[in-house]
Every structure is written in C-alpha cells, then in structure tokens.
C-alpha cells in the first residue's frame, strides 16, 4: 500500500517579527470589547432545573404492550428515562420511554403505549 508523502511546512516569519504583548497602542487600534473584565456579579448566570425524575413506570419488563391499537403486543425488553426541554417553560423534565421486542431501536413514551 503506498502512503502519501508528509507535508512540511516553513514559517515564513520568525517570533521577533511579531509585536510584544506589552506594546502600546494608538486609541485608534483598541478595540472596547476587548477591554472590558468580566464579573460575575454583573450578570447571574441562568439555571436549568432539572426536575424530579419520574418515579414508577407504567410497565414493567417483559409485560406485552402494543404502540398501536392495531399492532401486535410485544414485550417491553428495556426501559430508561429522557431528558426533555417543557416548551412552556424550558425546564427540563424526565420522561419514561420503553423500547419492545420488535428488532428496531425505536423507543416509545408511556403515552404511545397501552397495555395489550
């Protein structure tokens, strides 16, 4: 197999050809924003709140539910939680979701599913 050829590069310019940090500037060259400090007593920084998360599942592994009335009733095979932002509000709350013995990764909420 033959492997491409490495690059190299060559600076054209040394460290000495750069200005110093401690230069000084005409009032023409600063730049306002770059000057200001930050404190963060001026600004408070906002704060997601996560809220409880759900406590009990509807279902449990291995019961048979169906996603749709017509489908049929599968078993539940895992079960978790998923962070969602309320549209509301924005706070983020947990929702159960279930993913069934169906061969796909699908995951559904407990609202999707009824009890077959």
């Known amino acids: ?53 759900a406590s009990t599942f509807a279902y449990d592994l291995g019961h048979r539910v169906q996603p749709e009335p017509n489908a049929p009733a599968r078993s539940v095979i895992w079960r978790g939680q998923l962070k969602e932002r309320l549209p509301e509000t924005g706070l983020v709350h947990r929702v159960n979701v279930y993913r069934l013995d169906d061969g796909f990764w699908d995951c559904y909420r407990e609202d999707e599913l009824q009890a077959a």
């Open 1 to 53: 197999m033959a492997t491409t050829k490495k690059a190299h590069y060559v600076a054209d310019a040394t460290f000495a050809d750069y200005e110093p940090a401690d230069a000084e500037h005409t009032l023409e060259d600063r730049h306002q924003e770059y000057e200001e400090i930050f404190s963060q007593d001026e600004e408070a920084i906002p704060v997601v709140r996560v809220l409880e998360p």
